[in-house]
């Protein structure tokens, strides 16, 4: 009985030993590059040209910019019903401005800590769009 108790405790320190070991490596904090494409919907799916930018990510904000720099919840923007699941991260978010309004949704999963995939489904008044991006860690933050 001691022996079945004993590898019982064994095992669930160990499983649980991995678990936090998985946390901490499916993001890496630091400069990211990101490459994003855009798709509009109803344009007979006009393709947008592919960019590239480059960004700080950290662990309190694991939300990449788009592709103009600018991410849901700065200025004008607000970032809402964010979670946190394993390695993927998915919010929502919406945009007030005079331009026109616009909502959305991401979701982005990380990688071994050094590369993601996601998508950002954006809505205005005139088009639906979506953006698919990719990244890939570079290193750490200059400061």
Known sequence: ??????????????????????EETYFKEGLWEISSKMIIKGQ???????????????????????????KPGDGKCR???????GNTVSWEFECKDPEGDMKGKGTITYYKGYKFKGKLT?????????QEME????????K
């Open 122 to 130: 954006i809505i205005t008044r005139e088009v639906s769009m979506e």
């Open 135 to 142: 990244g890939k860690w570079l290193g750490p933050c200059k």
């Open 1 to 22: 009985m001691k022996k079945i108790i004993f590898l019982f405790l064994f095992l669930s320190i160990l499983l649980f030993s991995n678990n936090l070991i998985a």
């Open 79 to 85: 970032t809402f019903n964010k979670k946190i699941s």
């Open 44 to 70: 007979g799916g006009m393709h947008m040209p592919a960019t590239k930018i480059k960004s700080c990510i950290s662990k309190e904000d694991m939300i990449p910019p788009t592709d103009s720099g600018t």
